[in-house]
């Protein structure tokens, strides 16, 4: 069974409350509970945090033994060249996600410190992007 770990960066935990205009209506759990039995086969594990050391210590935890990792960084894929570089440092394949096409958003938005070091970039398809991401590692 594939192991999948989904890691949340800052202000996503208020997915379903935040912005709903940009960012929906559905909280992450709601949305996690929906990709559990669409992928039955797949174990998803999920870990959010507004903390970037946070972020960069679960990717060092379970970057060397999970079959693929799916990120959402928030704000922190504009600015963390601290989570890039634990992304380079890990062997799992790591896909980033955006819920909103950040190139549709202000200009800050539009440079991704992770997007190198990633396998693949999925913008702009709602929470779909999260199962897009897993699609691409099976």
Known sequence: MKRIQI???PNLNLLGKREPSVYGNLSFE???????KNF???ELFYFQSNVEGELVNK???VG???DGIVINAGAY??????????????TTPVVEVHISNVFKRE???????LSEACKGC???FGLDSYRLAIESFL
Do not use: C, M, Q, W
């Open 7 to 9: 890691i949340n960066g």
């Open 30 to 36: 709601a949305y996690l509970e929906e990709l559990k």
């Open 40 to 42: 039955p086969g797949v």
């Open 59 to 61: 990717l060092h935890e």
């Open 64 to 66: 060397f033994e999970y």
């Open 77 to 90: 894929t504009h600015t963390s060249i601290a989570i890039a570089d634990a992304i380079r440092s890990i």
């Open 107 to 113: 200009s800050y938005r539009h440079h991704s410190y």
């Open 122 to 124: 999925i913008v702009g």
